[in-house]
């Protein structure tokens, strides 16, 4: 199965999606950052890496519609988003339907948006997490996939609590691809996901605790 896999940064998740060593191939990655870290990532591993610099578009329907153009050149039946730190148009979300994943820093949908670890502490949770998730048009709202809850501690920063959460997104979001690309996920009418276990049964997906 093709993938692209779209960042803005240092591209960790990139990295342990690399490090996983999925059958899938990785037929690009695409920053909207030109300085991005994680496209010499890509580039050491011998996978096409791009930028498309959103600076250099005034419209943001522009810009996607420049991205779509790019990214459809690789006919990737899945679009991975890692650390892609841009607001994505409603047609853009709608031409990848279905094949559009996002992690998010927090047990959603708890914590939409920015600053979720900062968030997340002022709130008093005790248990926070991360969650990959189909995208849809409403930002940080699509099928949840698979999510993994990190216990906070008394003395948690929202740095000390980004490190463990972000140890846990790497855990999750190479195994969430994996079942994508062995054609597991079910997105059920109601938007719960569900995964087709080996025996073709069906089973909610769930983790408990940090899988560090
Ligand atoms: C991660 O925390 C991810 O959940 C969020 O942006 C960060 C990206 O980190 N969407 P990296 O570039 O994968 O290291």
Known sequence: MKLVVLISGR???L???????????????????PDAGG???????????????????????????????????YQPELVV????????????????AGRLMNIHPSLLPSFPG???????????VKIHGCTVHFVTPTLDHGPIVLQAAVAVRADDT?????????????????????????????VQSDGRVNLRDDSGSEQTLFISGSPS
């Open 11 to 13: 591209g960790s998740n």
């Open 158 to 186: 929202p740095v000390t609590l980004a490190a463990r959460v972000l140890a846990a997104e790497h855990c999750i979001y190479p195994k969430a691809i994996a079942w994508f690309a062995e054609r597991r996920l079910l």
């Open 81 to 96: 988003l890692a650390g892609y730190l841009r607001i994505l148009s409603d047609s853009f979300v709608m031409h990848y």
């Open 39 to 73: 496209l010499d990532l890509a580039r050491a591993q011998g996978i096409p890496a791009l930028a498309l610099d959103h600076k250099q578009y005034t419209q943001r329907e522009d810009f996607d519609n420049a991205l779509i153009e790019v990214i459809d050149r």
């Open 15 to 33: 990295k342990a999606i690399l490090d996983a060593r999925l059958p899938v191939e990785i037929a690009a990655v695409i920053s909207n950052r």
């Open 114 to 124: 920015l600053d979720t670890h900062a968030r997340a502490l002022a709130a008093g």
